[in-house]
């Protein structure tokens, strides 16, 4: 992918990679991509009625990144992301009932109302984190990564992180370790082409962002991130570099949010034009990917209208259950700061 | 090396009683590494890990980059599933590129991920200033993170303490800020050998005394006891208490000997302003408000950057001899 000045985001074409995966892989990927896509309609819903409260920053547009990636990964690796992490939290087997509850700030949710949207947290599944600070997740996944070198484990750390992230000193300083350390890290950095409302292109001097492993000597793939079966291929290498061989990778996800940064911006009209998500939308990971499962007879209407019907009843058994679930106790507000409570 | 009541005694400087600590913690546990600059094949920029790299390896003893930002948030992650990272700072003047990972990520882990991932890990290092080293290098920082919730921070005094408090760091389940003297790196002292451990949130009467009461921690442990054998020459007797731990702060011990003595003078290595001091007043006014003779004085930093020159350095610090004239402001007797 080398020479290219300008980030190479495969327009237009609805064809996906070589998928490499049977009718009941591409269904359970569907469902993924759709679930989190009504959950994130559902929760900027809720947050218009003032259901859900703080910053809430939804991953409409991104799916097929979280979905294809993590299902490249063991039950006993580890996950990290951004504070743009409810999709994550989903495709890895969070219950979309904890998810929306923490949403909520409910007793119920997966951080027991004290992280929300921002940091969501389920360590039995080894999802460590939603993290709010750009880039401060990065060098924490390489520990994770050198606790599984430690130990002698084979377990791999990943790190999801928006573009807006490369330009931080963490990025360059655990690139730098992960590398010379040789950890079992993949280093996912989501390219939306937007930090909040700043183009890549006002804000790095270098387009193709793959390209900053090699100032570290790793590996790197830029991958066509609304293709779930592109996504799932380079996963699938880097992960095993990293479990194989104990090397981290860069993989640079080309993909595209719909929706503002937060709740608090409109999708288009400030830093750029209806046209050009309108443009984007064409290649919408769920039509590539429903596209594909049609013309291998895998799906057809009746079918994507059945499974969307199952998501949709569960994202609203969901907010039933945020709804009816407890705030936390008074006295949770003191518990959880050191390990004995206090 | 001496024989005593309880277990033997050997005389080590604060420097090797803290090497003795974290042996003794990574024979102990093999969860436990050592990171930082320098930490291995040069010995510790102030050897405090001299020897562990032979002992114990490349794994668990890892030189680092210059990179306090990325080595302390790898040490975070180590932490988060399981290990017992000790991330050295060369200094906490450096530490401060890595603020970010102690304050948003060690500190914060088991509150939002709602008491799921713990943070057990020891930022350690010297603080403090030494001998003209300038502005840059001589802060005390100890105010910054005993402001943060989820945070420890222990700062001790003597070699002894050092071993002990470092030990019982190393073992706590909480993010910790150990932050030790530069200047006393040298200094010699009794220390317990074997298994000796201080509680954290304890402080110590270094000296008992009837007239005043001198609340101290880390290197101004010494001046206070040097300010006591002054005061005792003029016939003031001076209780000093060694904090040991600023957060959390054994009020109790302070309020007791204010509640004998009826004075007391607060002395710390950094600036006033908010500083470890402001909390020590704070709990002594709104708790022991009847108990008090004078107001509590406080003597700290000059509230400036830290001077080059030998004589304004001098000017800056905190001294003996202030302490001296603020016991006797206390003690309404002419300087």
Known sequence: MAGSRAPTRAKGALRPADPGAGPEQCRSYLRQLRLIRRFEEKAGEAYSLGKIGGFCHLYIGQEAVAVGSIAALRADDYITTSYRDHGHALARGLSSR????????????CSHGKGGSMHLFDASLGFLGGHGIVGGHIPLTAGMAFAAKYRKTDQVAVCYFGEAAVNIGSFHETLNMAALWKLPAVFIVENNGYGMGTALARASSLLDLAHRAYSYEMAEEVVDGQDVFAVRGAMDRAVGRARLESLPTLLEMRTYRYVGHSMSDAAHGTYRTKEEVEEYRQRDPIKVLQAHMKSGGMIDDAGIAALDAEVVAEVEDAITFAEESPDPAPEELWTDVLAGGR | MCSREGGDMAVLTYRDALNAALREEMTRDDRVF???????????????????????GPLRVVDTPIAELGFAGIGVGAAMVGLRPIIEFMTWNFALLAIDQVVNSAAKMRYMSGGQVGCPIVFRGPGGSALQLSSQHSQAFESWYAHIPGLKVVAPGTPADAKGLLKSAIRDDDPIVFIEGEMLYNVKGEVPEGEHLVPIGKADVKRAGTDVTLVCHSKTVTVALKAADQLAEEGISAEVVDLRTIRPLDTETVLNSVGRT???????????FAGVGAQVVDEIQRRAFDELDAPVLRVTAADVPMPYNKLLERAAKADPAKVVAAVKRVLYLPG
């Open chain 2, 262 to 272: 009826h004075r007391c003078v607060v002395v710390e290595e950094g600036w006033a």
């Open chain 2, 34 to 56: 050592l990171m930082g600059e320098e930490v291995a094949e040069y010995d510790g920029a102030y050897k405090v890990s001299r020897g562990l790299l032979k002992e114990f």
């Open chain 1, 98 to 109: 904890s998810v929306m509850a923490e949403l909520y700030g409910k007793a119920t949710g």
